[in-house]
């Protein structure tokens, strides 16, 4: 966990970067974007390490004001849950945190302990997938 | 002598002492034709006038009188070569199938309208993905796309979803306001379909026009629905309205949730309004 911890310095609101796309295949552009975290490159990496214990780090973040926009685009990128939210806030973040972000980390905290175990990392996919159709 | 008309780079007089050649008098008109223009204006009615620049200039002259009536109409016709060009230097072969259909010549132009670049390949971009994507407003399309069409095909969707980010921002705008907004989830979910179907219908007029230019017959085909060209052949047969496009989206099933298409909007919609 202790590189974890270095990349996890990393979560700041003013360091990340990414980009939202639609997913593979799909032939609907407003359908599902995906959320995919592009720089700094310690951050890239904590994305696509797969390591369930980093979405809990994630929620923590979420209660600091300045590091919770990067928390929650890494919590979007690494389970494709409230994806959207991070699209229609991508060129306004913010606004986000008076609209959405106060109440984050309940919803997520909520979230998480909702899906429990069902959540696998999907590598080819490069996130979380929730392993049963009923997921919330 | 030889008729000038024939070979401009003959001048009908030679030059005198007393004559300075414009070439001497004016910047290249070719390159900056406003200053060319002004030199002429500035020179004396006794100036000898090389019929090679003189042609040059009205090239120039026409050409900047062609792009300042297409920037008023379309956009700017020098961005959009440069558009065009930045994506033909990787994809030259989807480019000539591009200039080939009106319809494709015009996403091109109110995307440039739109600000819409061409960034390269995908997997050199920002998401270093083999998948085509649109960061802020730059398209990428992978260099894995070895077919000419589809390499089209990406790259116009890209840029026709890049012209409609507007309406879908301002639908987001209104759905973020929830029940004080004008949308229900049912209706953002209409209009969030309405505009892809625009987009559909709109790529479906390409490739109708497109095919018609290519040699290939039913081995085609297989691009029809990258296209959306069924739904396309449908709505201009009168068979079925845009109405009826929207609708039958909405009730399909995403098949990576089983959820309609409609659900899906509708659920975007109570996330971005934080269910208020």
């Known amino acids: 966990m202790k590189n974890v911890e270095a990349l996890l310095a990393h979560v700041r609101d003013t360091e990340i970067q990414f980009v939202t796309m639609r997913p593979p295949r799909s032939q609907f552009t407003t359908l599902e974007r995906r959320v995919v975290v592009t720089g700094p490159a310690e951050l890239v990496e904590l994305a696509r390490m797969g390591d369930r214990r980093v979405l809990d780090k994630l929620i923590d973040l979420l209660q600091q004001p300045d590091r919770a926009w990067a928390a929650v685009v890494l919590l979007a990128a690494m389970t494709g849950h409230e994806s959207k939210i991070i699209d229609s806030y991508a060129t306004s973040p913010q606004h986000w945190w008076a609209a ?14 909702n899906i429990g175990t069902k959540l696998v ?15 919330p | 002598m030889k008729d000038s008309g024939s070979d401009p780079a003959v001048a009908v007089r030679p030059p005198s002492a007393r004559l300075v050649p414009i070439t001497s008098a004016v910047p290249e008109p070719q390159t900056d034709p406003a ?49 065009l060009d930045d994506f033909n230097k990787s994809f030259p072969d989807s480019v000539a ?15 440039t309208k739109a600000g819409t670049k061409f960034g390269g390949f995908s997997e050199d971009g920002p998401a270093k993905i083999a998948w085509p994507y649109t960061a802020g407003d730059t398209v990428y399309v992978p260099k894995a796309r070895t077919d000419k069409v589809v390499a089209m095909s990406d790259f116009l969707f890209e840029i026709n979803n890049a012209i409609r980010s507007p309406a879908f921002a301002a639908l987001d705008a209104e759905a973020k306001k929830g029940s004080k907004g004008s949308l229900t989830a049912k209706t953002y979910a209409y209009k969030k379909c309405e505009q892809e179907v625009e987009g559909m219908l709109r790529l479906g007029e390409v490739w109708f026009e497109t095919k018609k230019t290519m040699t290939g017959g039913k081995a085609l085909d297989k691009y029809d629905a990258d296209f959306f060209l069924g739904e396309y052949n449908a ?33 975007q919609y109570v996330e971005v309004s934080g269910g208020k």
Not at chain 2, 99 to 104: D, G, H, L
Not at chain 2, 237 to 250: C, E, F, M, P, V
């Open chain 1, 121 to 135: 990392w999907d590598a080819a996919q490069g996130m979380f997938r929730a392993d049963a159709a009923d997921s």
């Open chain 2, 35 to 83: 200053a060319a223009l002004q030199g002429v204006a500035a020179l004396p009615t006794i100036h000898h006038l090389n019929p090679m620049h003189m042609q040059g200039l009205q090239r120039a002259v026409g050409n900047q009188a062609v792009n300042h009536l297409l920037a008023r109409t379309t956009g700017s016709l020098v961005i959009q070569r440069a558009l």
């Open chain 2, 97 to 111: 199938l591009i200039k080939a259909s009106p319809e494709a010549m015009k996403l091109v132009a109110e995307a």
């Open chain 1, 100 to 113: 959405l972000g106060e109440t984050a980390h309940d919803r997520w905290a909520a979230w998480l302990q």
């Open chain 2, 235 to 267: 709505f201009k047969a009168g068979k079925k309205s845009k109405d009826d496009i929207i609708k039958t989206i909405l009730a399909g099933a995403n098949p990576a949730n089983n959820k309609t298409h409609e659900q899906i909007y509708m659920e």
